[in-house]
């Protein structure tokens, strides 16, 4: 018997035909083809991972830009050390998402059982540190809260230090109109606002506590909160939100929580619709291999 043209439907991405040698006089059962819906599989695999990898592309140059910005990388004055940055979380986070998602695009690309593998294990370790963070919040409310205020408590020591921290504290008590941790009083915790601090901050808040930061109604007045802890309270009241962002950040928390809970859901889909993709793919992969 002549030879015959055997399709190897995972050789490249476009399913090119290639040309098998076989033995003469031998009978060989006719190759499994993929069908039409492996093949849309195939091509939406690609294109999922493909989307996730511009994603942690997006985020890795985010957080590598906010490095840069404050002079981090280049041992600038300014700007937290390195390894507290927090923007050092976009660049982590960025180089997982895109490596994974460089794995399942080559895998779906080149019909890789190896990177497949990786892929799927890397997805089911993500899905599964997700679960376990979910579990976390749900058993150690307390605790969570309890580190939360830590938190605040260490961003309003270390406002002038780190300008991400001071943006997110500013924010914060912009959007929440509130000052401190628990009253405007405990700005006098930090090293600059304290009464005995000899610079022009001493005995202020941040112009975030104030109640008209605009000067004019239209010019940001950044020394409106000068003072203000030498003030009694009923003048400090006129003048700032004295309320503590303490209680105000767990409420909003706690009203935001379907929402998170709606976020963490729809991760964890997403991440089972890809992997059910590269198992079908792989399974595909497989079938072709055990009939050769």
Known sequence: ?????????????????????????????????????????????????????????????VGVWGLLTKSSL?????????????????????????????????GALRASPCLLRFFLGALLVFG???????????LLRRRLRDALRDLLLLCLLRYQEDPDL????????????????????????????????????????????CREPLQGGSEPNAQCGFGALALGPMAAAALLHTEGCGAAVAAGLRGQAGAIAAGAVTLLLLEAVGALMALRVLRDITAWRVWQ
């Open 1 to 61: 018997q002549a030879s015959r043209l055997v399709e190897l439907p995972y050789s490249s991405f476009d399913d090119d035909d290639n040309t098998a040698e076989q033995d003469p006089g031998v009978w060989y059962p006719d190759p499994p083809k993929p069908s039409p819906f492996s093949r849309c599989v195939r091509y939406l695999a690609f294109l999922w991972n493909l989307l996730f990898l511009l994603l942690g592309l997006l985020t890795l140059a």
């Open 74 to 106: 280049l041992g600038g004055d300014r700007g937290a050390p390195l390894g507290s940055d927090p923007m050092l979380l976009f660049v982590l986070a960025g180089l997982g998402a895109s490596a994974v998602s460089l794995a399942g695009c080559l």
């Open 128 to 138: 599964g540190l997700e679960l376990l963070g979910g579990l976390l919040l749900l």
């Open 166 to 209: 001071q943006f997110l504290v500013d924010e914060v008590q912009r959007g929440l109109q509130c000052c401190g941790l628990e009253s405007y009083r405990d700005w006098e915790s930090n090293l600059y606002f304290n009464c005995s601090s000899p610079g022009v901050q001493a005995c202020g808040v941040p112009a975030s506590c």
